[in-house]
Each structure stands twice: as C-alpha cells, then as structure tokens.
C-alpha cells in the first residue's frame, strides 16, 4: 500500500471516530431520558394547575335544549321527515303533549318507531335530551 493510500485511511477512520463520538452523545442517559419522557402531565384536583395550561382543563356545562335542538334535532323536526313533529306545529303535538312529559322524554330516550334512541345524539346526557325536549314542547304549543 502506497503511503498516500495510508493517509486517506487514517483520514477516513479519525473521521469515524469523530463521527461516532457525536452519535454516542446522542445516547447519553441524560438525552435518551429527555426523548422518552412523557410529553404531557396528569393533573389531579387539587393539584396546583399552571395557569397556562388552566383553560385546557376547563369544563363545559350541560349544552341547552335549543343547542342541542339545532344540531342534532332540527334535521327532522325542522321539516317533518318520515312523520317527525315538526317544531312549532302546535296541531302535531297536541296529541303527544297530551300523553304527558314522561312518555314524551321515554321515547326520546328509547326512540319511537322512525324516532332514533337519543334521536342521534349519542353523546346527549339524559339530563340534555330533557331539556331539549323541553325546549321543544315549550316551543310547539
Ligand atoms: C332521524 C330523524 C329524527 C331525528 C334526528 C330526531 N327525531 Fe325525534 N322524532 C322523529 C320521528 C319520525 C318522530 C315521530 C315518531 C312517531 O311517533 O312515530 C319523532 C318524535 C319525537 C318526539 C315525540 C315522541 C312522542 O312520544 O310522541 C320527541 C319528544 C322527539 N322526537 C325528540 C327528539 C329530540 C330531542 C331529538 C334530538 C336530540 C330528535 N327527536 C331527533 C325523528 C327524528
């Protein structure tokens, strides 16, 4: 091998040392540690919450019965699809109004015929479908 030739190997090979050491800094226990530690902390109540992250942990109240009404109802009872009471058809509610709140709110709950259980909304507490149903009759009478 000529000494040229032993040069570049020497040249690569320092290269690779110095590579490798950059790599293994990489892998140090204090940079590993950083990388797979958790992105996010649990809080529980009572825990002192910063003040930046507060808003995240906010929760919303129970929805009203018009909100509700708006997404998740109007779709039939805004035009009356497959027989659905329409709102504010005083006539078409008479009868079931007359039946009593209790039975009015069970088939919401359990559904009726083309009446879906929740009437779709199946994130709705039962507490919520009340109020919309509420909110319903108040406004078809
Ligand atoms: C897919 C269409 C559809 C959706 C969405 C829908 N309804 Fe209905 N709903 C009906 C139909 C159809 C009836 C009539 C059922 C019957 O008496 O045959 C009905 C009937 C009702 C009644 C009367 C029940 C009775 O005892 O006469 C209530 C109360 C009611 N719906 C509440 C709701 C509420 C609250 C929502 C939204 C959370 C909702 N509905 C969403 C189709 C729907």
Not at 21 to 29: E, N, P
Not at 49 to 66: D, F, K, L, M
Request: aromatic share 4%.
């Amino acid at each position: 091998m000529s000494a040229s030739n032993k040069l570049k190997i020497t040249l690569i090979s320092a290269a690779f040392a110095f590579s490798y050491s950059v790599a293994a800094d990489h892998l140090s226990s204090h940079s590993v540690e950083k990388r797979i530690s958790p992105t996010g902390s649990v809080y529980k109540s009572g825990d002192d919450v910063p003040v930046a992250i507060a808003p995240i942990v906010e929760v919303s109240g129970p929805r009203t019965g018009e909100a509700i009404y708006n997404t998740k109802c109007l779709a039939c009872h805004g035009t009356g699809v497959a027989g659905a009471p329409k709102l504010g058809d005083v006539a078409g509610w008479a009868s079931r109004i007359a039946a009593g709140e209790e039975t009015l709110l069970n088939n919401a709950l359990n559904g009726i015929n083309a009446m879906p259980p929740k009437g779709t909304c199946a994130d709705c507490s039962d507490d919520e479908i009340s109020a919309t149903v509420k909110y319903m009759v108040a406004n078809s009478q």
